[in-house]
């Protein structure tokens, strides 16, 4: 299997590795861009969703209509998007020695569904940033003990993923037993400089 991906590697030979999950119709360039504000001491990869959509935008998963335009998604797709990640991750950690190294994960939107579908059922993934995204409780085995911290962050005139989703997830997660730093914003569907600046103290504080 081939993976297409980007990446900035550190001198840190036990650097933990953060893994950035793009949204739906986006690809790996978009939060790569990202990189120049990541602390040196993370092995950066930003990974490109599977599933061509035409031009340069790819998706995880297929999003789905009824015929009054409510969206669904099948699990078994998240699943398989799953397993996608899951591979890549085992194919870079062996491809570069860092099989012992821990995993973060920050997701946008479609790809913050993923982070958390992966990074609750993984004991590899110390930490998960997930922004405009939501929890699909269908999909998550919240089995994994080793998680140090979750940050969540939305924008309360979210358009595409309602802001409702993400408070719903946040108590979802203190269910689980997790104590997630819930930021919100008041912006659409994306990441404003606020909301970066804070990603950025998240990531630096896991250091």
Known sequence: MSF???E???TNPNAPLLLLLHGYGSNEADLFSFT???PDDFYVISLQAPIAMGGVGFAWFPIHFTETMERWTNPEEVKKATTHIHDFLCYYQEKNELEKNPIYLLGFSQGAMLSYVYGLGNEKVRGIAALSGYLDSRVVEASNNSIKSIYVSHGTEDMVVPYAWAKLSVEKLKEYGFRPEFHTYSS???INQDNLDTIIL???AQL
């Open 36 to 38: 120049p504000y990541i």
């Open 188 to 190: 659409g569907h994306g």
């Open 4 to 6: 297409v991906y980007l």
């Open 202 to 204: 998240w990531l630096q």
């Open 8 to 10: 900035r590697k550190t």
